[in-house]
């Protein structure tokens, strides 16, 4: 077993959620600011990085160093522990090397000295008669996505110190959120709608690893242009989509085509038009393991609705998820959980949820185990998160 650091995303609850969803929870060590630190057996690093769509990168950590009040004195103790580590990774290397130390968990990032700490390490690499390039710009905490870009992972070494609840820990950066696949799917797959909306893939794969399950099918019954779908095949899942919009099948099927061949996977999928709210027993031949779905939001909107706007809104988005949801109940095994995104909208710093939706998950046969919001500072539509079990 080793101790893992995960950097989590921009929307820190549902990130966490989803690693101990796939981790475990009794494998958690502990939660800090933008880290959760996991001990867990021997990795593929990159694998699970790019199984996980909440997480930035994953930090292997070597060393910790206990500390009380703040890290400030702790520069000594850190030196040696760089000092091994460099002679150790790059005793026979040559050529010149992408080089980055990263302060993860930190509130006060002046907490430990950056400068400090590259300046030291750039005379012990040219002790090993090594040129390093410096990473970090101006002497300051280096972005994820300039690490990416640099590839210092591949080809040098990004030291991350962590601050912990009382150990300062010290890592090595394993894997990186691969900026360009996320790109690739989200911007560059054949069919795109802007009217029904563009679910991100790394928020896709996060409702799929939420749901705790061992799913080998995954069904989206208002798949869109097939987000989730692609996802799914690309966690090696079987996709089953449908919709209402014949124009959104076609969508799909392009996009899902594309996905299989530009990552090189076999996943099966299966796409059919249907309206969620009537789907039948015959729709569906194969056993369906999980629900994952965006849903519909309602009719695009440009401005933040007035109440009147709302509570018609409302109303008939609480009449759709209630004729779905019972619907689907009923075609769906036991262990099939639902992972969906309700609509609520955002006025200033407030959200206006939509109103018992809890209750209206227990009509239908579930509970809600899990509620997350993701939203966006420019978007009136957040989305709620909800796992539903059948109760
Ligand atoms: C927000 S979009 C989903 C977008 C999708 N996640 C994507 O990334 O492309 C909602 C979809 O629900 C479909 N829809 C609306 N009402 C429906 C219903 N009653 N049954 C099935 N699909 C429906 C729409 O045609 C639309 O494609």
Known sequence: MSLFAFELGRKKELCFAELVSVLGKDKLQERNIDTAIFEIPKINPQGL?????????IVEIFDNIPYEGDCRNL???IFPII?????KSFENYSGKLPFAVSLLSFKNPNELDIRQLLNFSKKILKSLGINCRFVNKDFSNTKPSTIYKARVVEKGIDICLIRG?????????????????????????PKKDARVGMLPPKLAQIMINLAEVDAKTIYDPFCGTGTVLIEAMLLNKTA????????MIDFSKENCA???KEFKT????????????????MDLPEKIDLVVTEGYLGKPISKVPDLEYQEYA????????MNWLQNIYALTPKHCKIVMCVTAYKSGANLIHLPKFAELAKRCGYKVTQTYTYDREEQIVARDIKVLEKI
Do not use: C, M
Request: hydrophobic share 35%; aromatic share 10%.
């Open 83 to 87: 000092e091994a580590k460099l002679r």
């Open 266 to 281: 076999e996943s099966p999928f299966r796409l059919f038009q249907k309206d969620a709210q009537y789907i039948q027993k």
């Open 165 to 189: 609840v009382r150990n300062l820990f010290i890592g090595e950066t394993v894997a990186i959120q691969d900026i360009d696949s996320y790109s690739l799917r989200d911007y560059d797959k």
């Open 75 to 77: 520069l000594p103790k």
């Open 258 to 260: 594309w996905a299989q």
């Open 49 to 57: 990085q790019n199984s996980l769509g909440g997480t930035i990168k």
């Open 240 to 247: 089953v989509g449908s919709d209402l919009d014949p124009r």
């Open 314 to 321: 409302f109303r008939e988005l609480t009449n759709l998820h």
